[in-house]
């Protein structure tokens, strides 16, 4: 009894592995392609669930979508309506585990197909080289037979058991301690399609009967939402919101099938006479309750989505916008998310420029009005809590900073580790502008009440060329003018410093300027080239986008 529990639980463990290993393979051969298209087959309902189902039908595992699922709606690259379908999709996707277990794995025998499986693949690994995809192939290859292997164990050993197992111990039990069962494995190995695969070895051995096993099946849907729970533990609202929305059609379809399990069993023994077939009827079972919850619980994704969106409301103000909706462990969804940080601070420095000179964001980013015009619009001084603004854009430096130093210990592609430096660079560039801009506002608010009709036109001349200047970024990133264009916009924009630079030096002598005035209006003018140029290093550094939704005063 003890060696045949010892072979069972070792079985469950090739079983667990294969399954991992297959997995990290199927990942890996999938790649980037695999999650653009996940995040491209979202655009409605319908398309989320396909796309949940088949790719938990490709992954072979409902937890890995799942959470997935989870990282993109982290990092904003899916909405939760997307999100929910995915995750309805998984459960109908998780489906395929049952029915290749059913059908190969009790129908066929496991040394036909299991161990050459794991020696091609073995084979292939060892002579795939530097070949990425051969080598992710050749793994997929080896947890695909491991998987059969260890299943194959696992039967083996729970037939034996069963011979020793007095039946008539639990038959008495309710089938709702069966459901209770079939979650807490599930809960415990993290895995719904594992703990499927032990219900129909123990179904296969006889040591449950058909209801129960059901039951289990039933259980281990519940179970599955462990891991999405736990994956969504300390993530921002939408994570948590989406977990929910798993937790939920798990247990509504999992009642409804209790429910309705005496109608169901009735339907696969009696109409469809499944009597000597109830591994396969085991995995129409599963099949059946999880389409049944698709079509019951699809059309209410809205009115889904909409309630929880009043659950899980995040009160606490964080600096960063992007970064702090991700895991950095998970390299993909952290690399975009900090790539859209990026260029969230890059827009914040940009209005912070403009606050700091006096002028509305609003009337450079919409591209409402020329620099000329906005300067024009805009000739009283702007009050706003500038050292907090600027403590904010430090906030943000530091959590980018202290994101890449736990990104970069992840294994990472030579793609994203190169993807790193310019990301960084953007981010020091961006900061540094801010701080020269920030220590010239003293200088810029007594320009800003002078009565001298020449130093005014000066500051007002400052505050043209950096407005100019915004507006070359703007144009860039939401590409309205090509690279060149904007070239040729920069190369203007330097000249009409050189021309504020002279001119100003004129005023000594011409217009009788103090020299302290003077003076003060050409380090102004300095500061303000010099945090143009950062800023401009720090465009050129990364692919930066614009986006009008950036929040700041205005």
Known sequence: MTTMAIEALSGLGIFLFGMLYMELALKEVAGIKFKRWIKNSTSTPLKSLFAGAGATTALQSSSVVTLMTLSFVSAGLISLESSIGVIFGSNLGTTATAWIVATL????????????LIGVGGFLLITSGTHQKLAA???????????????????????????????????????????????????????????????????YAQILTFEQASAMVIGTNIGTTVTALLGSIGGIPDKKRAAAAHL????????????????????????????????????????????????????????LAKYLKRMFVQAE?????YIHLVDPKIPDTALIALRNE????????????????????????????????AVALNQGRIDFDYPRFYENIKEIEINAVA????????????????????????????????????????????????DNPPIVQAYDAIRRNLAYTMMIFVNSMQEKWTPEKCEEKFAKAEEDNRHIVKETTLLLSRDRVKEKAVAS???????????MQSLQSASKAVNLHFSLDEESPS
């Open 105 to 116: 794995g009790f129908k066929v025998k496991v040394e036909a197909f299991a161990l050459p």
């Open 403 to 450: 994101f890449i130093n736990t990104f970069n210990q992840q294994n990472l592609t030579p793609e994203q580790s190169q993807g790193i430096e310019p990301l960084l660079s953007s981010v020091r560039e961006s900061v540094y502008a801010a701080k020269l801009l920030k220590d010239i506002k003293n200088n810029i608010n007594e320009f800003a009440e002078s």
């Open 521 to 531: 209006l050409l380090n102004t003018n300095r500061s303000v080239y010099i945090a």
């Open 137 to 203: 192939t050749a793994k997929s290859l080896i947890g695909f037979g491991l998987l059969f292997f260890g299943l194959d164990i696992m039967k083996t050993a729970i037939e034996s058991v069963a011979s020793s197992i007095d039946l008539s111990s639990y038959a008495s039990f309710p089938l709702l301690v069966f459901v209770g069962f079939g979650f807490i494995i599930t809960a415990l190995i993290q895995s719904s399609s594992a703990a499927t695969a032990i219900v129909l070895s123990a179904l």
């Open 342 to 373: 990026v260029s969230h601070l890059f827009v914040k420095t940009m209005k912070f420029a403009l606050l700091l000179a006096n002028i509305r964001p609003k009337d450079i980013l919409s591209l409402k009005h020329d620099a000329k015009e």
């Open 317 to 321: 103000a964080v600096p960063t916008k």
């Open 248 to 303: 939920l059609f798990n247990l509504i379809t999992a009642t409804a099938a209790f429910l309705l399990l005496p109608l169901i069993v009735l339907f696969l023994m009696q109409t469809l006479e499944l009597q000597e077939e109830p591994i396969i009827a085991l995995a129409i079972f599963h099949t059946i309750f999880n389409l049944m919850g698709v079509l019951m619980l699809a059309p209410l994704i809205p009115f």
